[in-house]
């Protein structure tokens, strides 16, 4: 279940999340937790199609994948020291968590953040250009269902833009 912590306060209702989320144009949606326990990536992506397959058309997303770090990822260090900067894309960054745990900290204003903690069940998109950071939980595992607009996904810009 998701957790968020915003101006001070701290949410656990998934239909309070979405609510203030929502306001400062960022999806959020529970789409459950399914058997994923050591099913492979194809199986996983099958078991989630119809919810992907309705996000593709809504967004014109054109692909989707699965990650996962955890503990024994080679490098993970290096991996994630690449996001957990402050940065945008040009598209959107979707994630699905379908196992472990990662915390978003998204831009509401120029220099005031939310705090978004993603567990199984939780989908998450942050609009292209919303400036932010991700990394993982003490428990350094998640693994995730990703769409993108392109095959070739998107890059981190660290500049802010003006």
């Given amino acids: 279940m998701a957790r968020l912590e915003f101006k001070g306060k701290k949410y656990t209702d998934p239909s309070e ?25 194809d199986k996983i992506i099958g078991i989630y199609k119809p919810e992907i397959d309705k996000l593709m ?10 990650v996962a770090l955890k503990k024994e990822t080679p490098n993970l260090d ?3 020291a690449k996001f957990d900067k402050e940065h945008h894309h040009i598209d959107d960054e979707v994630r699905f968590t379908v196992e472990g ?3 978003f900290e998204i831009n509401y204003t120029d220099d005031e953040r939310m705090k978004f903690t993603a567990e199984p069940g939780d989908l998450i998109v942050i609009p292209a250009m919303r400036r932010h ?6 428990k350094k595992n998640i693994r995730c269902i990703r769409l993108f607009k392109t095959k070739e996904g998107w890059e981190a810009i660290y500049e802010k833009v003006s």
């Fill in 57 to 66: 058309r809504e967004r014109s997303y054109q692909t989707v994948d699965l």
């Fill in 133 to 138: 950071l991700f990394y993982l939980t003490d």
């Fill in 17 to 41: 999340i979405k609510s203030i989320m929502s306001e400062y144009g960022i999806p959020f949606e529970s789409w459950g937790v399914r058997g994923t326990s050591g099913a492979t990536d």
């Fill in 101 to 103: 745990e990662g915390v």
């Fill in 78 to 80: 290096v991996i994630t």
